[in-house]
């Protein structure tokens, strides 16, 4: 039986709150948001109602694009916010990019600084290299995944590498998701098929390699199958090119499975959105606590 991501986000944010009840300040959150894209509004609105149960203050300030630059030295240079969130996509380019690079990474709860990702890749899981530092901060989107399949008990949730002996197909190399969840999946023992729509790379131990497998040979040997391609004319993934164990996850806001696939899937799990918001709020406390918390 699926454990939803409602679920496992509620028992996330309940450990959070415990952690957040016991703090002597008020943690702040701010959102960035501009445009009329849907997904993001409804983003902003997960992350509200969040905040709100955890006793997180949050505030949401609506910015048109060509001024979300100044916006971010604003909150990054105000000491009473301890996360900050922007709403993506704002350009839809590569301009999008340097700007997930402007947030101070101290600050950056959704784990897309360059900071992050440049640990991330180099699977340094600690704040500064050492083992008594605190950990790290991750995308959150891509942890998300993690959590979900391990609650789902598809992800080992303990020892070196959790996803030893697993084969992995993704579609989405993004760098917000895909390639971050690749490796991340690749370091904890798994053999990960990334897709984008340059081609096929195969990641092992967190690197990638040049690969010519096709579609129908990856989705063939792999145990789990998670796609984010958020394109309608993606060929959907057929329950007849899955093998009969596959778990299947949807990330992305347009379905890239068949009916026939989402329902004869071993398991087949539809989003994630809850518990990417949960991450965030996690990552909220372990940034605080990293570089924000005095004395």
Known sequence: ??????????????????????????????????????????????????????GISYELRHVP???MEQAIFDVNNDPTIHGVMVYYPIFANEQDRFLKDLVDYR???????????????????????????????????????????????AYGSS????????????????????RPLAVMMSNDGARVHSFDE?????????????????????????????????????????????????VCLNFATIKNFTAEAEENAALFIPRVGPVTVAMCMRNTLRLYHSYHRRG
């Open 1 to 54: 039986m699926l454990v939803a991501s409602k679920t496992v986000a509620a028992r996330y944010r309940a450990e959070i709150k415990n952690e957040i009840r016991l703090l002597d300040t008020q943690l702040k959150v701010v959102g960035l948001l501009t445009g009329d894209y849907g997904p993001s509004h409804t983003y902003a609105e997960y992350t509200r109602n969040a905040c709100e149960e955890l």
């Open 65 to 67: 694009r060509l001024e």
């Open 107 to 153: 600050k950056d709860i959704e784990g897309l600084n360059v900071h992050w990702i440049a640990k991330l890749y180099q699977n340094e899981r600690t704040i500064d290299g050492s083992r008594e530092a605190g950990k790290a901060v991750v995308p959150c989107t891509s942890l998300a995944i993690l959590k979900i399949l391990e609650a789902n008990g």
């Open 159 to 178: 020892g070196v590498n959790p996803a030893a002996g697993k084969t992995v197909t993704i579609f989405n190399r993004s760098e917000v998701v895909g």
């Open 198 to 246: 340059n081609g096929p790379l195969l990641y092992v131990d967190g690197k990638p390699q040049e690969s010519d497998i096709s579609r129908g040979d990856a989705l063939g040997e792999s145990d789990l199958v998670i796609t984010g391609v958020p394109a309608k004319g993606f060929d959907k993934v057929r329950y007849e090119e899955l093998m009969p164990h596959a």
